[in-house]
């Protein structure tokens, strides 16, 4: 067993330490999931999705208290803190009404009856990035205990306090005792020790390419089944017939929310040359008006990074010799700050290529319709993007032909609870959040009853 320093990124305090647990200590978390796992799928439907509904309830009654540690721990604005931890209660809400609702088929067959069942998988491993710890962490355990599973639950090293906290929620709100165990540790301590369990019977895993192709690759052992949610270069697309107003005023947030740290940040930024300069006109104000400082204050946009380390990475996408076109303000002294950062690189640096995750853009022009989708779609990623046009054949057009799993036309929303999220090429495999998302917690088991003639 070891220790951590949980460190408050917007003042460089340590807040707490927390203890990582061990191979040893996932094994017997694992064991004890099981157990619970089978008892968990025996209870009635409906009281599945009672003890589902109370969850949500004790969530909504801490909601101030999980904002204000998640702005402690990941230096989130509160205003955005309060929305995740209220859409933590809202998927508990939703998928509440799972349990009542997870019905297979009958099929028409010859010589008798032919049904269908969703049954469980078992024990699901939920592995967890720093950037949004409580929504993902949701996404998967809502859907997973809805569909009659137990969950052992990794966050990631730097941000596991609100995670441990809506463990304890779970049981005070009558959860049974280890269906939903937290288990904070190294990615390549606990994180590995999920995929090579053999009774963690589904990996969830949400964070960096890299380490996502790893644990597909050890999921292989077993043909453990994997949801995977990795990284994002998306893009935010202007043609010239938009409002352009609105497409330079909305994009500072389409990328700089929660400092850049977004998977789906539309972080190149593509413009129809003939409107290209005014689109820069417009959006240098934009840009120097989001608001960077003191994460607890409600007018705060955009607070700190989350590390040190973190802040370094982003750092070297802007040498002093980058493409700088403009820049916002950011606090100096303690806490990992960044200013919202405008590149005007070429189309092969490394700045349009590699997610940065950070609050750092780049803006590239385009010629035409064919130039903006063959740009938005150089890249392995495809999770997330916006089209700006107010030509609704263009818009569906484009939509078609960019290869990502979740665009938006004038807009930047990409996740909505009820409606399916994930990534094409080396974004992900698989779907979470919507109506379909506890199917996938689930094995399809056919059952053919011989019926004798009468
Ligand atoms: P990361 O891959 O470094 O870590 C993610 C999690 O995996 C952490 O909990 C970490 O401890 C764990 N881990 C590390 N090594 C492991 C191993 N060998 N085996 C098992 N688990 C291991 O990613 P990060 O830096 O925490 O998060 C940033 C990345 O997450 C970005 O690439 C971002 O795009 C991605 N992300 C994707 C989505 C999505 O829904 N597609 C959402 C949020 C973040």
Redesign the pocket.
């Known amino acids: 067993m070891t220790a951590a320093q949980i460190i408050n990124p917007a003042t460089e305090e340590v807040l707490r330490t927390v203890e990582f647990t061990d191979e040893a200590g996932v094994d017997e978390a694992v064991a004890r999931a099981k157990a619970a796992q089978r008892r968990w799928a025996r209870l009635a439907p409906a009281e599945r999705a009672e003890a589902l509904r109370a969850f949500a309830s004790v969530v909504d009654a801490h909601i101030d208290e999980l904002a204000a540690l998640e702005v402690a721990n990941s230096g989130h604005p509160i205003t955005g803190a309060e929305w995740e931890a209220g859409h933590v209660r809202d998927v508990l809400n939703y998928y509440a009404a799972t349990p009542e609702r997870l019905s297979g088929k009958q099929i028409p067959v010859a010589g008798g009856l032919d049904v269908t069942f969703n049954e469980p998988i078992g024990v699901v491993g939920i592995?967890?990035?720093?950037?949004?710890p409580m929504t993902?962490a949701a996404w998967g355990f809502a859907p997973a205990l809805a569909a009659g599973n137990a969950v052992v639950l990794?966050?990631?090293?730097w941000t596991p306090l609100t995670t441990i906290r809506l463990g304890e929620l779970a049981v005070e709100a009558g959860l049974p005792e280890d269906l939903l165990c937290v288990l904070p540790g190294?990615?390549?301590v606990v994180?590995?020790r999920f995929?090579s369990h053999p009774d963690v019977r589904k990996i969830v895993?949400?964070?960096?390419?890299e380490?996502g192709k790893?644990?597909m690759a050890g999921a292989a052992r077993y043909v453990k089944r994997v949801t995977l949610?990795?990284?994002?270069k998306s893009a935010n697309i202007v043609f010239d017939d938009c409002d352009l107003e609105r497409a330079a005023a909305t994009a500072p947030y389409g990328v700089f929310d929660n400092a850049g740290q977004d998977?789906c940040a539309r972080s190149r930024i593509l413009v129809q040359r003939s409107v290209y300069d005014r689109f820069m006109e417009l959006f240098e104000p934009a840009v120097k008006g989001v608001v960077v400082g003191d994460p607890r204050s409600r007018d705060t946009e955009m607070g700190p990074l989350v590390s040190r380390q973190h802040r370094d990475w982003v750092a070297s996408f802007v040498p002093d010799d980058a493409p700088v076109a403009f820049r916002g303000d950011a606090p100096t002294g303690p806490g990992y700050w960044f200013p919202p950062t405008v590149l005007t690189p070429s189309r092969t640096d490394r700045c349009v290529r590699e997610?940065i995750?950070g609050p750092v853009v780049t803006v590239l022009p385009f010629e035409d319709e064919a130039d903006a989708i063959a740009l938005a779609n150089a890249t392995d990623y495809g999770?997330s993007g916006s089209i700006w046009t107010r030509d609704l054949s263009r818009a569906v057009r484009v939509a078609r032909a960019v290869e990502s799993g979740n665009l938006s036309v004038n807009s930047h929303s990409s996740v909505r609870y009820h409606t399916p999220f994930g990534?094409f090429k080396q974004?992900?495999l698989g779907r979470e959040l919507g109506p379909d998302a506890p199917l996938s917690f689930t094995e399809t088991k056919n059952v053919f009853f011989a019926v004798e003639e009468g």
Do not use: D, Y
């Open positions: 592995i967890t990035p720093w950037n949004f993902i990794k966050p990631a090293e190294p990615g390549p994180g590995e995929v895993f949400t964070g960096s390419t380490v790893r644990v949610e990795l990284g994002g998977c997610e995750f999770l990534g974004s992900g």
